[in-house]
């Protein structure tokens, strides 16, 4: 296992990472990465364990639904938590793709157990350029608005293409790179599943996303825990070998990758869904009764319907894991109905919590000083005074709040939480689709039959 000291030095391997126009020298250090690296260094020291065999709790594989239900709730950074999503991803499309390309399901295995020996962290690559979106990949006029191959040679292929919207890319080891949607017969250069590491020759990492304006973590405490930056990622004629390659040509086993993901990302952004409508429900009674308003009945509806929210996402989050069934490997997975309709639930409702946690916060949520001026000579007696509100409620402590309601709302990282919680696992209509799809239809038109005093539907 690595030490989080050991974990930023091994980031120092020659990968190819950019940001506004410059190669980054130290992915560590810098600011676009340096918060998010701390994190993930303080998770790597949480679980280190010394010895030569010794395996990370959380780089495990959960074999019950209870080590599931525990290892989706416990100590985390986002980066393992994509590393684990991305185990499971590889794991579950390896039962799935076993008949078809046993080969495939081997190297997912050696590949995930040499992850794990290593102590290794791995980012997920699925969404391809695609070019004109009205053309499948086959009939772009750019072929490689897809990543494809294109070379085949005894030991493994080349590849060309780029996949967009990586979280933290540039601070992983490892790149799981696999196919974006279902491809047809003639699209078999794109049904291609591989994983590579990032200082791979031909893969060069564009880092997007701005950090926060200040270094003061008092002005964006959500923020400066750890910003996350995208990676746009290209593969310029990159070589894989033979045993990284986990799906090669068998288009009809494309879709099998991302429906995977899609099912493990969706699982354990739901669990973050979870604890996320708790802290903002908390935030938003901690703002009214600083503001002196948690009496007020449109407040107290407000806090009700954030309650609410938050209660209902995390009911389907414990249905996904009491709905979940053991793969052949005995690996529990989450039921698909009760994670797509959680995820979908506080995707599209996500918005609406926002605005009520900003309405109950009212102005200051926007203008709230910055702590810099709290500490001035000049200005800070005076704001001390003027924010705040009765005896019990200094200045500082409501300014502190309404920081973090400014930071979770109102700053770039507001608008990224928006657009993360809308398109982190696809969008809403991949969960509709998903949902109607497990969702028991035949036994809800029987009950509507009975009630209806029919005994069959009419034929079609």
């Known amino acids: 296992m690595m030490t989080g000291k050991q974990y930023k030095a091994s980031l120092k391997d020659g990968r190819r990472v950019y940001y506004d126009g410059q190669l980054i020298e130290d992915c560590a250090t810098h600011p676009s990465l340096a918060s998010a690296a701390d994190t993930v260094e303080s998770t790597y020291d949480h679980y280190y364990k010394p010895g030569a065999d010794a395996l990370s709790d959380y780089m495990s594989v959960p074999r019950s639904v209870e080590a599931l239900r525990t290892h989706m709730v416990k100590h985390s950074d986002m980066l393992t938590e994509i590393t684990f999503a991305s185990t499971m991803t590889l794991l579950t499309a390896g039962d799935r793709i076993a008949k078809i390309r046993p080969q495939g399901r081997?190297?997912?295995?050696?590949?995930?157990?040499?992850?794990?020996?290593?102590?290794?962290?791995?980012?997920?690559?699925?969404?391809?350029?695609?070019?004109?979106?009205?053309?499948?990949?086959?009939k772009q006029d750019d072929r490689d608005a897809y990543l494809r191959v294109i070379e085949r040679r005894s030991d493994g292929v080349v590849v060309r293409g780029a996949k967009l919207h990586i979280s933290l890319a540039p601070l992983g080891h490892e790149l799981m790179t696999i196919p974006t949607k279902a491809m047809k017969p003639?699209?078999?250069?794109?049904?291609?599943?591989?994983?590579?590491?990032?200082?791979?020759?031909?893969?060069?990492?564009?880092?997007?996303g701005k950090p926060p304006l200040s270094k003061d973590t008092r002005d964006f405490p959500?923020?400066?825990?750890?910003?996350?930056s995208q990676g746009f990622v290209i593969y310029d004629d990159v070589f894989v070998p033979n045993e990284r390659i986990f799906l090669d040509g068998e288009a009809e086993q494309a879709a099998v990758f991302a429906h995977s993901l899609g099912l493990w990302t969706r699982?354990?952004?739901?669990?973050?869904?979870?604890?996320?409508a708790d802290m903002m429900a908390g935030l938003a009674q901690l703002v009214a009764e600083a503001n002196c308003l948690e009496k007020v009945s449109h407040i107290k509806?407000?806090?009700?319907?954030?309650?609410?929210?938050?209660?209902?996402?995390?009911a389907t989050l414990e249905a996904s894991f009491a709905n979940s069934k053991l793969s052949p490997d005995g690996v529990p997975v989450p039921d698909e109905l009760y994670t797509n309709a959680g995820k979908y639930l506080g995707a599209s409702n996500y918005v609406l919590i926002v605005r009520n946690l900003m309405d109950i916060a009212g102005g200051s949520g926007?203008?709230?000083?910055?702590?810099?001026?709290?500490?001035?000579p000049d200005t800070g007696n005076l704001l001390r005074k003027y924010m705040a509100t009765k005896s019990s409620v200094d200045g500082e402590y409501r300014m502190r709040l309404?920081?973090?309601v400014r930071d979770l709302t109102a700053t770039s990282n507001g608008g990224y939480r928006v657009n993360a919680n809308l398109l982190g696992g696809g969008g809403l209509f991949a969960q509709r689709v998903v949902t109607r799809g497990r969702y028991d239809m035949e036994r809800a038109k029987r009950l509507a039959l009975k009630v209806a005093g029919l005994e069959k539907p009419a034929s079609a």
């Open 106 to 138: 081997e190297n997912i295995q050696a590949f995930v157990r040499h992850v794990q020996k290593n102590d290794l962290r791995m980012t997920e690559c699925i969404t391809d350029a695609k070019g004109d979106r009205s053309k499948p990949p086959a």
């Open 186 to 208: 003639d699209e078999q250069e794109y049904a291609i599943a591989f994983s590579v590491p990032v200082n791979t020759p031909g893969v060069k990492i564009i880092n997007v």
């Open 222 to 228: 959500v923020t400066s825990q750890m910003f996350i």
């Open 267 to 276: 699982a354990l952004g739901l669990a973050r869904m979870a604890d996320e």
């Open 301 to 314: 509806d407000k806090i009700a319907d954030m309650v609410i929210h938050a209660t209902l996402i995390r």
């Open 366 to 376: 926007l203008t709230v000083p910055s702590m810099l001026d709290l500490e001035n």
């Open 402 to 404: 309404l920081q973090t």
